[in-house]
């Protein structure tokens, strides 16, 4: 492929005991697009997206992100090289109101330590300010500027899938991952978050999601990934994808059981 | 406008607690309380701690009374055995303790939730015997007696007038500082953790890191409160920081409200009234004592000083109707 991948796997292997949930991946992801994961339940692409935010290690095979191996780097230090992800149960902070949320996704664009915090020192002083500015942005960006001192979780489910990715955002990611944004979302919030998808590529930011809702992903993505139980069975345009016999054949022994 | 009104009335308040505070050890107001307000403000030192460690960041500690016992052991041992001034000994001490924590947190967060638990209460457990045990340096079960007050230059803080403002100011220095990491990016991080982990890695936050910093630093305050106590009382025994002792310096940062720096104090001064009060009740206090606390959690589950807020800020709104409304 040419030259531009964000990120590229290597014969990818993910095995729990004797299940493998990944069966040696090959994938190359082109930098600047909307990418979709598709596949019937139990595909393995949650586990894919747990392995490239580092959640568990990987049994074999590589992970590599603007060509640089993946494989040891711990989660933590993954957000500060520009790859972030979302979660399907949302995971906000409770505890923080809607722009503590998003401030909290600047934490590995700022340095400051314990020691500025507890004497606010100047530097902690610049970066808080720096902080607060930036996370206003990205709450702005998706629309939630009004309900910046609102407890995070105060908002209704759609706003809140919002506000994770506003959150995610904030740590000014070169690759996003999304995982099932559109779930339990209303035509109308779906309509929002395809817009947002559209405005965050425009940014220049790689985006990949894993999502069920077809309608939504044939309108977004520009390339589409299918996997079924672990292995990859096609990729392609949305239009392509939709066609392929293997595909058709994963989906509807599916929904004929 | 309305935070403008808000953060003047705060302002006020914190103004007139600390007319209070510095009136309480003078003979013609309080004066007879100092001992009990000096208690106070060591506990609340202690307590902050455990806020931010339990409150903020979720993780809970049973075995606080050991970093509060290696502080008070330490400043002991160093300044009356080995004539140490205190000074540095209370130095030396806070740094042991929170290089001592720091190292045990590794292994110690490995766990989470009721094995965290057992694992701090069994940290709590063995300190309280190595107090007991090491009799050649503590004193074992009798304690040690005879160590020297703290003091500045020819001021020597021998009298409880004299100590209550040393250590009132300690603990409002140690509750500023702590206010000041809630409010920035180390106390977001700190809460981010408490809401998700999962999510709190993902944005880049070093989890373990910050689990075990905190924890050093909630033991770096209980070992300089454990110092205090040891220079007021110029007497230690193992008693003082037994399994009870952590289950109420936990008792004590619940009714403060974990999830706020200043209820610390409520927190403490709560308790030392409250055992103070009852001591009247003579056997009866344990289960009045028990009796309260249920209360307290059944009716403020965020805690006295949260609920105390809550009904301030209601007055405040309904005083202000009444001033603007014809």
Redesign the interface.
Known sequence: MSGSEILETKSLTKAFGGLVALDKIDLSLQAGKITAIIGPNGAGKTTLFNLI?G?YPVSSGQIYFQGKILNKIP??????MGI??T?QHV??????TVL?NV??????R?S???L?????LPK?RR??ES?SLNAIKYLNLVGLGTHAEHDALSLPLGQQKLLAIA??MA?DPRLILLDEPGAGLNTLEKRQLSDLIRNIREMGISVVLVEHDMPLVMGLAEWVIVLDSGQKIAEGTAAQVQKNPKVIAAYLGEEVE | MLTKVKSKWNYLVIAALLVLLLLIPFEWFLGQYTHLAIFIGIYTIVTVGLCLLMGYTGQVSLGQAAFFGMGAYVSAILSKTYGVNPWLAMFIAAVMTGAFAYFIGYPIFRLKGNYLAMATLGLGLIMWILFRQLVQYTGGPDGMVGIPYLSIGGFVFDTSFKRYFLIWFFCLVILLISQNIVRSRTGRALRAIHGSEAAAESLGINVDQFKVKILALSAVYASLAGSLYVHHLRFVSPQSFDFLASVKLVVMAVIGGLASVWGAIFGSGTTHVLSEVLRKAGEWDIIIYGLILMLIMIFMPGGLFVKLKEIFERLRLRYRQRGVEP
Request: cysteine-free.
């Open positions: 935010a959640v989660a933590h230090k993954r957000a500060a972030v992800r979660f995971h906000l902070f409770g505890n923080m503590e401030m909290s996704g600047r934490h590995p700022s400051y330590g314990f500025e915090s507890a004497f606010r902690a970066e808080e902080i959150r995610a740590t």
